[in-house]
């Protein structure tokens, strides 16, 4: 498939813990920065796409933004459909630009969970995915709803607590080469095992963290996207799946509509699991990134453990996975989470990851879920030929 | 005098409120399509597999299977005191439902995927019961 759109600017604000700015200002922060790293002036922006934050709702998110930043789009857009929505706002960006909707669109999303929520509201803010009449009386805190997935893996396939844990593993080896991660001390199965835990079978370490922060691109469309200052990245393929919000009301706990994004994304592409040479996936929870590799097709459904055990996931495996540490170990601030694998992959792919590089990496796969494995969305991106 | 902290309420509408009355009276109720005769859970205004729209209440067995369940060792507030276990419990009449698994020790090895439970109803505020499960004996 013939790209049409490209990525051409990327950039993070600072994350971990960031009290100095609100999620607003983080927003235009990392906006302000990624029209920074793609030479434009905030006058050339005609189309913006935000995420609204738990710690500082806004009514009508998208359109604060551009009044903060001063500027005035044709197209200004609030998406929401939890962790997926960084990567499905893409394809409907990709859209846009086809349609002559937008020309330079800037998609911006922050939040501040870490220092804007206290830890109880975070919790019940994020717990509120589960449905209000029929599941959130019962209790379920976020990692209980994935921890229900968990369960029926292992009870289904066989999988352990110790090849969930890999996961944790990987993504630790990963940050201990980001210094921007917010977690960079290497640790082991036994220590995951060892940690607390929060809800059977997931322990303190199964769990992503609880951050601050922002991330930005900038997109326009592949024929314009040699006139900037770094080398383009194209989205090649896309797909999004919806099964579901309610994890009660999944048809499979095991099986998630990554099945379906990839498959689109793949077919749009016209590449096969094979031709990937690193991949950025979704890791609220250890067992998140161990499903989606079987769904997403590198590996057999119910070998994800096995998988995630042969290292091919670390660095230097044959698929690194989460190459800036994911939001287990870099940062998670919520919504906003996978952003910062899209920026990651723009880095990979023009070759300025620095210590952390991948060699020869020009095909990437990113992918992320929202709700409880609910929303997903898979993006192939890759870069000009050599 | 200190208030308990209250537990998350559910807030019955018109469409569900026959399921809250029967949880009441001590009655777990599902809506049956006349048209193709299936039972669903949630409540809805339509049936969730033909998209008929004449739906009738029943009482269900009670009977059912632990899906899925999981031990919350934090709670997600003060109004939930750890351990508890929430379960996805697959109900005998086929739909799926969300609850709690009560009078059980949370490490007890009888808690599993696939074990046999039975409704109980348990009180969430003044005006509102929820059902519960527990495990049935002999397992």
Redo the contacts between chains.
Sequence with gaps: MAATLAIVGAADTQVGVVPGRSPTELCVDAALRALADAGLDKSQVDGLITCNAFAEPIMYHAEAIAEYLQIFPRMCMTAGTGGGTTFSVIQHAAAAIAAGTAHTIVISMADSLRSFMSR?QA??TQ?ST????????????VP?YY???A??HM?QYGTTAAQFAQAAVSGRAHAARNPTAQMRDLITVDDVLNS???????RLLDCSLVSDGGSAVVVTSAERARDFPHAPVYLLGSGEGHSHE????AAS?TTSAAVLSGKQAYERAGVSPADIDFAQIYDCFTPTVLIQLEDLGFCGKGEGGAFLESGATLPGGSLPVNTHGGMLSHCHPGNPGAMFALTEAVWQLRGSAGERQVVDASLALVHAQGGIMSSHATLILGRDDD | MMTEPQKIQPRPTAVSAPYFEGCRQGVLRLQQCAACGRQQFYPRIVCSHCGADDLQWHAASGAGRIASYTVVRRGVSAAYEAPYVVALIDLAEGPRMMSQIVHIDADDARLRIGASVCVEFQAWSEDIDLPVFKLLEEQ
């Design positions: 109880e919790m019940l717990s589960g449905h209000p009449q029929y599941e959130q009386p019962y209790g379920p805190t209980a921890a229900l997935i369960q029926a009870a607390r835990l929060i809800a059977d079978p997931l309610h994890i009660s009301q706990l």
